[in-house]
Each structure stands twice: as C-alpha cells, then as structure tokens.
C-alpha cells in the first residue's frame, strides 16, 4: 500500500467516494466526493497529539471493537496517506467547536474545522471494481450464542487477537477473562452453504483460513488442543492439501459434524458443546476456553450502488456478474469495466491477486491501443422517424442510448461504442426508428417469407438467439440426436431483437407454430435482454387470446448452448403440437391478424 | 456406494423389469472400483464381494409425501444429531443416519417391527438447526406413517390410538387421576367423546 501511495502514475483518493460515472469505454467522467478529513492530509506528519487530548472514545473498527480510538485518529497503522482524520459523527461539535483541543493540541496547525466534503471531476478511460466483500455477521446464528458468551469469537476476531499489532499485542488472550485458553474450538461454514443463515455459496477461504490457524497456535502455543467441526474441508488450493496435513500432524482434530448449539459454564466461562463425530458415529462431548466461529462472506452491501453507477448486473448470490464466465472473466458486461478480487465472488488473497493482474492487463490494452474497435453489429438510429419517446433507452442494457425529448422533439442518440449489439432497442421501437447493422428487419422478414413460402403449415418458425439457442440446436447436430424436421431456425444476436411483429408476420404467412429461444435469464449474453423477450412473449400471448389463436402456437423456452437434448426434446414436443394445427385455424389466424389496424 | 453412468442405468431399468429392486450395484474387493450394474437376485451374500444397493425409489417414495422432499437436500453435517435429545439417551438413535439411510434407500433399516425412529421425540432442534433446511421431523413422521399404514407400531402407540378411539383422551383417565385433580383444586374432567376423530381413526 504504501508503494501504491509513492507510485508518480498512481493517484490514491482514500476516504473518497464515487458519486456519479458518465461516459462510455475511453470517455467515462467521474465524479468523486472527497469527504472532509477536517485536517490538511499534506500536512499532517501523524504525530499523534490530537488523539492524545481528544475526549470522545470509540470502539476501534479496525481491532474488531477489541480496543478503543478517538473521534480524531488514523484508520489503522499502516494507512495510506499516513494521516489523522476526524469522525464527523462521533466528534462532539466542529461547527460550531465543542471542545477544539485537538487543534490546540496540534503544533502544525493542520486542523481545519471549516472544511467541506470537496468534489473531484475525473476523465478516465477504464474503471477497476474492486469494491470487496463483507464478513457474514455471526450474531444471527443464535444456537452459536455469539454476542451472549464472550468467549464466543468470530474469525475475523481471532486475527486481530493473534495478530502482533492487535489489541492484546500478539498474546493470544479469551475476551471473557483475559486468561489464555488452551482448548479451543473451532466451527466451520458459519453463515457459508447454508438455506437457513447467511448464504448458500462456499465462501472458499474459511478451511484454510481455519488451517492456518490452528497452525499459528500450534506455532505460538503448543500445548494449544485445538478441535475442527466441519462438514467437508476444502482444500483444492496449491499448497492447500499440504497445509491441511499438517496441520492433522500438529494433532488438530478435525470432528466432521457440526454442533447443534453451544452452551456456556456460567461459573468458568467455558463453552461446553455436544456433537456428533461422523467418523464413529458417536455423540462426543467437548469442553473449550475459546470457540471461534469461522465465518463466511456475503457481497458488499453497497454493490447496489456500483450496479447503478456503470449498469453491472449480480448473479443470484449478489456477486457481480462478469462478462462471461471462462472467457472473459474479469470484464464487466459494460465495455471498460473489470473486476479484480472478491466483488465478483469470493476468493482467496492469491486469486485475488490474479484478478487483479489480469484486469490491470485487460485495462492496458485498450489503454495503449487507444482506440476500441467494436463489433460490427450494432444499432443505427435513423432520426427523422424518432419521436423521442425514450422507450428503447429504457429497454438498452448497456445504456447505450442517451435519451431524448418528444416535447422538444429531441431524437434519442446512441453510443455505438457501448452498443453491444443485441437489438433490444429496434425490438421495442414502435417507430422503426432504430435498425440493426447485420440484423436487419428485411433480413429477417425474408428469411420468414422463405420459409413459409411453401407448407407454411408444416413449419415452426425459430428464432433462437446466436450465443445460446442456435448453438443449442447446433450441439443436437452434432450430436446426432434425432428430432422433426419441421422447425427453421433464424438466427438472432438475443432472444430479445424478436419484435411481436416477426411473431405476427409468422402467423400472418401462415406458420403453424412460433418458438422463440433464447438463454436462461442467468446466462443472457446480454446483461438481462432476455427479461424484455419474456415480456414481448408475454404480451404476444395476450393478443393472441384476444384474437381467438391458440396461444401454444406461440412458444418461449430457454435453451442453453450445452442443452442440445432439451432443443431435440423441446422440438419433438413442439412437433405434436404443430400436427394439431388445422388448415382452417391457419386461415383463422391469417384473418384476423391480416385486419387492417391489427 | 456406486457411482453409475446414466447409461448403466437405463439399460438396467429394461433388462432387469418388472422385478427392478432400484439400482443394484456390486463391487469386487480385489478389483478396487470396478463397478457393474448386476441383479438383486444374483448377489447378496457372495463371498469377497461387498453388494451395495441403492434404492432410489424409497427416496421418491417420501418425496411423494407433503413434507420428505426436503431430504435431497442433506448433506450429512450431522448438525442435527448434535442437538438430538433422544440420541443423547439412546446410542442408536442418529437423525443424521436416518437421513443417509432415507437416501440410500435402506428400507428394510427403517421399515422394520422395532424400527429405531419411535425414539424420535419430535422436538423439532433438528429442524431449528439444519442448515440445508432439510425437515427431519417431518421426514421421520412420514416414516412413522409409513410404518403404521403396514400396521407396525410399538405398544404404546397402539395403546394411546386405542385410548382416543374409547374414551377421546390420549391418557387413560384412572382414580388416581380425579383423586390427584381434586387434591390440586381442579375442576372434575368432563367426558371428552372422540366424536368426529373415530372416522379419522378408522382404517
């Protein structure tokens, strides 16, 4: 850290916030809160004198509440700039000054009361998210009694404990009593892998975490008894398994069995706990000094904010979704944006690391390039037909579209340098004011008046999405599974460049049937296009229902790439229905969608 | 336990139909791994041969009840067998166990004359701890009702279904119980007809 703050070509804004990005790849303009630190950084040496004389104590985030700060005082040791701040919120009065003898005590004078919160414009090129995660709060696990028992720590309380820098200066002491506890237990997968408390994922590093904690304790203490209860180790990393064995040769026991609950000695303070030990099978009763609760992650709260500041979307644990999940996974979905570390899910310092290089490396290139070159199939706005309605904007995943204004008669605008392609927007423009390059509507109407130009009735018309569903249907080739040979797929980028009219130019052609096909709402290779091919599916429906037509004509399903027996399944499926179709329902269909102001 | 591919099992199904005892796997000491789909009937006792069977059709059988889905889930932390109070009396009685068992398919383990799940007191920690939502409880009820349906229930069941038939009351009310009523200074026990509960009760 301290290298970041001395590197020339690094600027370092700590105690800052993002408010607001704008911009696309090479262009983005960042808005940057500085929040008053009411004492001039440049001139603070740290000397400590105004936390000295300031009266108002505070538990110390840093040391996990285990020791005290100051209103006034410096984050933890090794902060970066190596300066004083004053908590707003816990000082007793800046404006008008309560108490002041910080800035009396303080013999450069740095104290600035009077400073505000300073805001910093920034033109950047790329953006690096590498906004963390949070510890999962053990306090929700009741049966664990942590917060009740004292001697009931989390994970992250026992390396502030052990650490030499933490509150008890590296003697490894119990809160209860200050006495040193020899037998200690610890529990695995607190608030990790679980539908009950905290989250369903492997927070991956809680084993080793343990691990290496029982080492450190064999290492400092060794007539240390430590106990593992766990329900499997995870030791996949390099090194990891050898670490785990070693661990078992210092005689750390490892019990596979989580305890139902812990109850504590209210005489000695000791935790008493009942588990079962799966390799016997027998109920085990153990006494500790000290349990720690290895406790999971969950992403950071405030990611939501993050997911508005650049359009990023989450999976369904709350981690930022990446670009793709082997090929590109340290870009965001939105050009110009990486992720390095835990904010995209959780991992270990060494990963982290790696994300971290790798996104700095993906950020150099288009950096030193410069330029970007972009696909060349992107949305084209023909202006004179816009109303400026803003529909699309709202339908764009990427916010490529700046909106406009109907009343001034404003067209909308759209940046084709975020413009991914996936022609969302000319699917929700009611004014075929937006064209696809590549992708058109001729296209595509031609591809459907070939197709229904003979037995139309004999036809479903599919229109499968490039990235899951036609390669879906390509993988049931090659596979060599068997299915009618009644379907004809046209290809589009996304499920969601499907306009109800391709639907009802179909029927109007006389299809017997319509399957739209696109990615699982997960996978959309589009952020969450597909979630607007449901909607237009939806409505499609309606109308349909409205006009006396089956609405099974009609099909959506979600076909991944690797689901090539559910696309020959989903086929034949489909098939049955089509036989079902009648000469006359077709003509039906033909009339009353060929009514004029249908 | 046998690792199968999906086409081992499919074959299995039609060869060895109508009388298909779910998937029946053996595996041979010396040959370490070497697994192969085999009949039930064939090997049960072979010498130097350890038959492993696994039955998945008992799993889908409680799955078919309103709350035995949820056993998919376990994945054998053994939380609830922790916090057992009946495994702390009864060394044999393990929830955990019983879930593997439900899993397994070990029928014939469970659906028994002296079936170890009657220990359950159905105090629901288990379900309080499980952190895979999994409701052993109700799992374990279900099995009771399993049992009970092939008419197999301890005494004391029995006894308690019989005393509500006569007499509405799960106890039967003797002497000693009005002496101990009125010695307490609590009003006499009216009769309590178990009225509507005898059609539930009828088989």
Same mark, same amino acid.
């Given at each position: 850290?301290?290298?970041?703050?001395?590197?020339?070509?690094?600027?370092?804004?700590?105690?800052?916030?993002?408010?607001?990005?704008?911009?696309?790849?090479?262009?983005?303009?960042?808005?940057?809160?500085?929040?008053?630190?009411?004492?001039?950084?440049?001139?603070?040496?740290?000397?400590?004198?105004?936390?000295?004389?300031?009266?108002?104590?505070?538990?110390?985030?840093?040391?996990?509440?285990?020791?005290?700060?100051?209103?006034? &005082?410096?984050?933890?040791?090794?902060?970066?700039?190596?300066?004083?701040?004053?908590?707003?919120?816990?000082?007793?009065?800046?404006?008008?000054?309560?108490?002041?003898?910080?800035?009396?005590?303080?013999?450069?004078?740095?104290?600035?009361?009077?400073?505000?919160?300073?805001?910093?414009?920034?033109?950047?090129?790329?953006?690096?998210?590498?906004?963390?995660?949070?510890?999962?709060?053990?306090?929700?696990?009741?049966?664990?009694?942590?917060?009740?028992?004292?001697?009931?720590?989390?994970?992250? /309380?026992?390396?502030?404990?052990?650490?030499?820098?933490?509150?008890? /200066?590296?003697?490894?002491?119990?809160? =209860?009593?200050?006495?040193?506890?020899?037998?200690?237990?610890?529990?695995?997968?607190?608030?990790?892998?679980?539908?009950?408390?905290?989250?369903?994922?492997?927070?991956? +590093?809680?084993?080793?975490?343990?691990?290496?904690?029982?080492?450190?304790?064999?290492?400092?203490?060794?007539?240390?008894?430590?106990?593992?209860?766990?329900?499997?180790?995870?030791?996949?990393?390099?090194?990891?398994?050898?670490?785990?064995?070693?661990?078992?040769?210092?005689?750390?026991?490892?019990?596979?069995?989580?305890?139902?609950? !812990?109850?504590?000695?209210?005489?000695?303070?000791?935790?008493?706990?009942?588990?079962?030990?799966?390799?016997?099978?027998?109920?085990?009763?153990?006494?500790?000094?000290?349990?720690?609760?290895?406790? *999971?992650?969950?992403?950071?709260?405030?990611?939501?904010? +993050?997911?508005?500041?650049?359009?990023?979307? &989450?999976?369904?644990?709350?981690?930022?979704?990446?670009?793709?999940?082997?090929?590109?996974?340290?870009?965001?979905?939105?050009?110009?944006?990486?992720?390095?570390?835990?904010?995209?899910?959780?991992?270990?310092?060494?990963?982290?690391?790696?994300?971290?290089?790798?996104?700095?490396?993906?950020?150099?290139?288009?950096?030193?390039? =410069?330029?970007?070159?972009?696909?060349? +199939?992107?949305?084209?706005?023909?202006?004179?037909?816009?109303?400026?309605?803003?529909?699309?904007?709202?339908?764009?995943?990427?916010?490529?579209?700046?909106?406009?204004?109907?009343?001034?008669?404003?067209?909308?605008? !759209?940046? /084709?340098?975020?413009?991914?392609?996936?022609?969302?927007?000319?699917?929700?423009?009611?004014?075929?004011?937006?064209?696809?390059?590549?992708?058109?509507?001729?296209?595509?109407?031609?591809?459907?008046?070939?197709?229904?130009?003979?037995?139309?009735?004999?036809?479903?018309?599919?229109?499968?999405?490039?990235?899951?569903?036609?390669?879906?249907?390509?993988?049931?080739?090659?596979?060599?599974?068997?299915?009618?040979?009644?379907?004809?797929?046209?290809?589009?980028?996304?499920?969601?460049?499907?306009?109800?009219?391709?639907?009802?130019?179909?029927?109007?052609?006389?299809?017997?049937?319509?399957?739209?096909? *696109?990615? &699982?709402?997960?996978?959309?290779?589009? +952020?969450?296009?597909?979630?607007?091919?449901?909607?237009?599916?939806? &409505?499609?429906?309606?109308?349909?229902?409205?006009?006396?037509?089956?609405?099974?004509?009609?099909?959506?399903?979600?076909?991944?790439?690797?689901? =090539?027996?559910?696309?020959?399944?989903?086929?034949?499926?489909?098939?049955?229905?089509?036989?079902?179709?009648?000469?006359?329902?077709?003509?039906?269909?033909?009339?009353?969608?060929?009514?004029?102001?249908? | 336990?046998?690792?199968?591919?999906? $086409?081992?099992?499919?074959?299995?199904?039609?060869?060895?139909? %109508?009388?298909?005892?779910?998937?029946?796997?053996?595996?041979?000491?010396?040959?370490?791994?070497?697994?192969?789909?085999?009949?039930?009937?064939?090997?049960?006792?072979? $010498?130097?041969?350890?038959?492993?069977?696994?039955?998945?059709?008992?799993?889908? $059988?409680?799955?078919?009840?309103?709350?035995?889905?949820?056993?998919?889930?376990?994945?054998?932390?053994?939380?609830?067998?922790?916090?057992?109070?009946?495994?702390?009396?009864?060394?044999?009685? #393990?929830?955990?166990?019983?879930?593997?068992?439900?899993?397994?398919?070990?029928?014939?383990?469970?659906?028994?004359?002296?079936?170890?799940?009657? #220990?359950?007191?159905?105090?629901? #920690?288990?379900?309080?701890?499980?952190?895979?939502?999994?409701?052993?409880?109700?799992?374990?009820?279900?099995?009771? #009702?399993?049992?009970?349906?092939?008419?197999?229930? %301890?005494?004391?069941?029995?006894?308690?279904? $019989?005393?509500?038939?006569?007499?509405?009351?799960?106890?039967?009310?003797?002497?000693?119980?009005?002496?101990?009523?009125?010695?307490?200074?609590?009003?006499?026990?009216?009769?309590?007809? %178990?009225?509507?509960?005898?059609?539930?009760?009828?088989?």
């Amino acid at each position: 850290m301290m290298d970041v703050g001395r590197h020339p070509r690094i600027k370092l804004l700590a105690y800052s916030e993002v408010e607001e990005i704008s911009g696309y790849v090479g262009n983005f303009r960042a808005r940057i809160r500085r929040k008053a630190r009411y004492i001039r950084e440049e001139d603070c040496t740290a000397c400590g004198d105004c936390a000295k004389v300031c009266p108002v104590v505070k538990p110390d985030e840093y040391q996990q509440g285990f020791s005290s700060r100051k209103a006034v &005082h410096i984050p933890f040791p090794q902060a970066v700039p190596s300066a004083y701040l004053i908590r707003k919120e816990d000082c007793l009065g800046l404006n008008p000054i309560a108490c002041g003898k910080c800035a009396e005590a303080c013999e450069k004078k740095c104290m600035d009361y009077d400073m505000s919160d300073r805001f910093l414009e920034l033109e950047v090129g790329v953006i690096v998210v590498a906004t963390g995660m949070e510890p999962f709060d053990p306090a929700t696990v009741a049966e664990y009694g942590y917060r009740r028992y004292p001697n009931v720590i989390s994970s992250m /309380e026992f390396e502030r404990l052990i650490c030499a820098g933490g509150p008890t /200066e590296g003697h490894f002491l119990r809160p =209860g009593d200050g006495s040193r506890p020899k037998r200690i237990g610890f529990i695995q997968c607190v608030g990790s892998r679980s539908r009950k408390d905290g989250q369903l994922f492997c927070s991956n +590093i809680c084993c080793m975490n343990t691990v290496k904690d029982t080492l450190l304790l064999a290492d400092h203490y060794p007539d240390t008894e430590s106990t593992v209860f766990y329900t499997d180790i995870r030791a996949f990393g390099k090194g990891f398994e050898d670490l785990y064995q070693r661990s078992r040769e210092v005689g750390v026991q490892y019990v596979r069995g989580l305890p139902g609950e !812990i109850r504590e000695d209210s005489k000695t303070g000791n935790l008493l706990v009942r588990a079962e030990n799966g390799s016997t099978g027998r109920l085990e009763d153990h006494e500790f000094d000290l349990m720690v609760l290895s406790v *999971g992650f969950t992403p950071q709260n405030g990611n939501g904010k +993050i997911h508005k500041l650049l359009t990023l979307s &989450h999976t369904s644990d709350g981690f930022l979704l990446e670009s793709h999940p082997k090929l590109k996974p340290v870009d965001a979905p939105t050009k110009g944006v990486f992720f390095a570390g835990t904010c995209e899910a959780p991992k270990d310092i060494k990963d982290s690391v790696t994300q971290a290089g790798a996104a700095s490396a993906r950020a150099g290139i288009l950096l030193s390039a =410069g330029k970007v070159k972009i696909e060349a +199939i992107t949305s084209r706005l023909i202006a004179e037909k816009c109303t400026g309605c803003n529909v699309c904007v709202k339908a764009c995943p990427y916010s490529a579209i700046l909106p406009g204004d109907a009343k001034k008669k404003i067209p909308v605008s !759209i940046v /084709e340098a975020c413009c991914s392609g996936c022609g969302t927007c000319a699917a929700s423009c009611r004014f075929d004011a937006i064209e696809m390059r590549h992708f058109t509507d001729n296209q595509i109407y031609s591809q459907m008046d070939a197709i229904l130009e003979e037995n139309p009735r004999e036809k479903i018309v599919t229109f499968a999405c490039n990235w899951c569903s036609y390669a879906g249907g390509d993988f049931a080739g090659v596979s060599r599974l068997a299915y009618p040979a009644s379907s004809r797929l046209i290809r589009t980028m996304c499920s969601g460049r499907v306009t109800e009219d391709f639907i009802y130019h179909a029927f109007r052609k006389g299809a017997a049937m319509v399957l739209v096909s *696109g990615c &699982h709402f997960a996978d959309c290779h589009y +952020i969450n296009a597909n979630r607007w091919t449901q909607r237009r599916v939806d &409505h499609a429906w309606d109308r349909l229902e409205k006009l006396k037509i089956r609405p099974e004509r009609l099909q959506l399903e979600w076909i991944s790439a690797a689901e =090539g027996q559910k696309f020959a399944k989903v086929m034949r499926e489909l098939d049955e229905i089509r036989k079902t179709v009648t000469i006359e329902e077709v003509q039906d269909t033909i009339a009353a969608l060929s009514k004029p102001g249908k | 336990m046998g690792v199968k591919t999906f $086409e081992s099992v499919s074959i299995q199904v039609s060869q060895v139909q %109508p009388h298909f005892y779910g998937h029946v796997y053996q595996r041979t000491r010396a040959q370490g791994a070497e697994l192969s789909p085999v009949q039930e009937q064939q090997h049960t006792q072979d $010498e130097g041969r350890q038959v492993m069977r696994v039955n998945f059709d008992f799993k889908e $059988e409680l799955a078919a009840t309103l709350e035995g889905a949820s056993v998919n889930l376990c994945y054998q932390c053994g939380a609830c067998t922790g916090d057992c109070p009946s495994a702390r009396f009864h060394k044999d009685f #393990n929830p955990r166990e019983i879930m593997l068992k439900v899993l397994l398919g070990m029928r014939d383990d469970l659906i028994r004359e002296d079936s170890i799940i009657w #220990n359950c007191s159905s105090c629901y #920690n288990c379900h309080e701890r499980c952190p895979q939502s999994v409701k052993p409880v109700e799992i374990i009820i279900e099995l009771k #009702n399993l049992l009970a349906r092939e008419g197999i229930f %301890p005494k004391g069941v029995k006894e308690t279904v $019989e005393a509500i038939k006569k007499t509405g009351r799960s106890t039967i009310v003797t002497d000693y119980t009005h002496k101990m009523r009125e010695s307490l200074g609590l009003p006499p026990l009216t009769s309590c007809e %178990p009225g509507e509960l005898s059609r539930i009760l009828e088989p």
